[in-house]
């Protein structure tokens, strides 16, 4: 009986995969100079707009399943997923180069057939499926954009694709055989890249975790977040890089005169010496955030009253009124009309003490305090005033349109199974939106006692309140700590756990210490 390895190497033989590798491979080399053109900010990268179609397809229930589960992870899963189909595509075209090449014969005829047909269908089949619209009319890139990148892309494919069959072939007249080690090398190699990818996968979702100081001191210093290390979400693959000369926010909608800001002129409207400037300390947390995470930060934000904005271009009176943001990369976002003229309601243009980093909604961006940041959209490009509530990205998807934060305390420091013994300096931030928060309690045994923690000033009740409690163990063994916490209000924490999706998670956070 012919041994397995050998049965299985004769059916790898069989199959065209040598074909179908060179065509992916090609596809590949492709699909690298598209990236970087839309890096460059000069096309479209097919994965990123197939993976946008699906994001805005998804229900929100599932997408907070796969965000809780994978954190980033779960966009690069989505990422490699696409980009796995746009180089399984020209793989399955290169199948067919042969023919092609018995048909039209010349070289460069056949290159010149694979580049623009592979042009062709991305531009004419695949982007309009992908409601990219013909030639990317419907992308941020354009048609003009779209459609050079892609037959960039193409003739690229085309080139290395004639490479491999022409020149390639030519010094491998024979073709190709798998011996026993080339067989087990390549099953081995495989299974060590997947192993890695897997790997890659489950540390990007690690990184979505405790809220999580060194130490009380470090707390105290990082009070206010370092830009650096404040928490960024975003739905893009790659976000848009906004040209300051050439950007425009405009208002508009229901009002009497509508206007348009470049950005000097919006900083000029955010300086101190104007009478709607506004300097905020704002702490923002995601929706996504699970009970203790760390998608909470806390920043100065400088920039002009939205409120002043909307009342200089006559914003209609009515009441049934929703204030819509449209941002650079698609994304929208409403409050109603009396959150959006709370004089505490900005158009950011600095984030402490500096201009906002793109990662953090250059040139412009809103925050609105107490609400999640879904609210605070970023590479704002227009706002605009509509009649009746108005649903977002996200709210498409089932997320609250509402928004208002849970009150939460956070344990911080120490760190989750930390090993401690004596004096024990516990520590952590509670947050409520824009309520304030006026009490923390902790429990050193599970929530049977409660006892008043200490509370920092805090600069405003737009902010996370810092608080610390001294613990001293009376035994060894292991404890778990609880805290809880009330707003500025008078409105206690929710003790229901529940998850994220659609309204905010709440619930008690807690942690566990072992005494030595």
């Not at 947390?285 to 760390?294: D, Q, R, Y």
């Not at 409050?335 to 900005?346: G, K, S």
Request: neutral net charge; proline residues 5%.
């Amino acid at each position: 009986m012919r041994p397995l390895w050998k049965t299985i190497s004769r059916t790898i033989r069989g199959l065209p995969w040598i074909r179908f590798a060179a065509g992916a491979l090609a596809g590949g080399s492709g699909l690298a100079v598209t990236f970087v053109l839309r890096w460059l900010g000069l096309g479209v990268f097919l994965p990123e707009v197939a993976e946008e179609f699906v994001v805005y397809r998804i229900p929100g229930e599932l997408e907070s399943f796969a965000i809780r589960a994978l954190g980033e992870g779960a966009k690069l899963l989505g990422l490699v997923a696409a980009v796995a189909v746009f180089l399984a595509l020209p793989g399955l075209y290169g199948l067919v180069y042969r023919r092609v090449q018995g048909w039209l014969g010349r070289r460069s005829l056949v290159m010149a057939f694979y580049a623009l047909t592979s042009a062709g269908i991305l531009l004419l089949a695949i982007l309009p499926l992908l409601d990219g619209g013909f030639f990317g009319s419907n992308t941020s890139a354009g048609p003009w954009f779209a459609s050079f990148s892609q037959l960039v892309g193409s003739f690229v494919y085309a080139a290395v694709l004639d490479y491999f069959f022409v020149d390639v072939s030519a010094r491998y007249p024979e073709g190709f055989s798998l011996s026993r080690r080339q067989f087990l090398v390549g099953s081995v190699g495989a299974i060590v890249l997947a192993v890695l990818a897997i790997y890659g996968l489950a540390s990007l979702a690690v990184k979505k975790g405790r809220l999580v100081f060194a130490s009380i001191g470090e707390m105290f210093l990082k009070e206010r977040t370092p830009t650096s290390e404040f928490y960024v979400v975003t739905k893009n693959v790659i976000d848009p890089a906004v040209d300051e000369g050439s950007w425009r926010l405009s208002i508009e909608g229901l009002v009497a005169t509508p206007a348009t800001y470049d950005y000097p002129q919006l900083l000029a409207r955010s300086d101190p010496s104007d009478p709607d400037h506004a300097d905020e300390i704002v702490t923002l947390e995601c929706v996504s955030n699970e009970v203790g995470g760390n998608l909470i930060s806390n920043a100065r934000w400088q920039g002009v009253r939205l409120a002043a904005l909307l009342q200089s271009a006559g914003l209609d009176p009515a009441a049934d009124i929703w204030i819509v943001f449209t941002c650079a990369d698609g994304y929208t976002a409403a409050i109603p009309r009396d959150r959006a003229l709370n004089p505490n309601t900005i158009v950011a243009v600095l984030m402490n003490d500096a201009p906002l980093a793109t990662t953090h909604g250059f040139p412009a961006r809103i925050i609105v305090p107490g609400l999640y940041g879904m609210f605070h959209a970023k590479w704002l490009t227009k706002i605009e005033a509509v009649k009746g509530e108005y649903r977002g990205f996200w709210q498409q998807k089932g997320w609250t349109n509402q928004g208002q934060i849970h009150t939460t305390a956070i344990i911080a420091t120490p760190s989750d199974g930390t090993v401690v013994n004596g004096l024990v300096h516990l520590g952590g931030v509670a947050f409520a939106g824009d309520r304030g928060i006026s009490l923390v309690e902790v429990s050193t045994d599970g929530g049977s006692t409660w006892n008043a923690a200490t509370l920092n000033p805090a600069p405003s009740n737009l902010t996370w309140v810092l608080w610390t409690y001294d613990w001293t163990p009376r035994r060894s063994g292991s404890f778990r700590i609880v805290a809880r916490a009330v707003d500025g209000t008078g409105g206690s924490e929710d003790s229901n756990p529940a998850p994220p999706f659609p309204n905010g998670s709440s619930g008690y956070d807690s942690i566990t210490l072992l005494v030595g």
